[in-house]
């Protein structure tokens, strides 16, 4: 994987890895190289979608970021936007986001075991969430017997 020609020696490792292997996830998932310095959408899409949780799962700066995709500070920010506007309004991207996230939050988890309790907690605020106050009590004092 080609890495950007500006990258910065202070990044720290670990971050960037994590960036790194989010790169190859988004890369295989979308079957392009998202590093590749091209206007084409085809590549844009990906990259904006590496960079936006590259910066969102990582305790990076915009200007980190946009020092491994060789794209300033504003591009990372604009990229975080366009993302985030397509999560609420693509429905294409709304289908491919679960797939891709469980992809990409595996790389937070040393184990399997982490990883899948981790989906059950999710799956469980999601359902608790969506519960009346009266049904949460309900479900606490069913849990406490």
């Known amino acids: 994987m080609k890495e950007s020609k500006r ?13 790194l292997k989010i790169i190859s996830i988004v890369n295989e998932f979308y079957g392009v190289n998202c590093l590749q310095a091209t206007r084409k959408r085809l590549i844009v899409d990906p990259r904006q979608i590496a960079i936006y949780y590259s910066y969102e799962l990582t305790n990076l700066s ?16 604009s990229s975080i936007n366009v993302v985030e506007g397509r999560m609420l309004f693509d429905k294409k991207f709304k289908k491919q986001r679960p797939k891709l996230e469980e992809l990409i939050f595996r790389v937070n ?8 309790l981790f989906k059950a907690k999710e799956e469980i605020n999601l359902l608790v969430s969506k519960m009346s106050l009266d049904q949460c009590n309900e479900l606490i004092e069913n849990i406490k017997n």
């Open 62 to 77: 915009t200007t980190s970021v946009g020092l491994i995709f060789n794209k300033t500070h504003a591009t990372v920010l």
């Open 109 to 116: 988890f040393k184990t399997e075991y982490e990883f899948l």
């Open 7 to 19: 990258y910065n020696k202070g990044i720290p490792v670990m971050s960037r890895e994590k960036c």
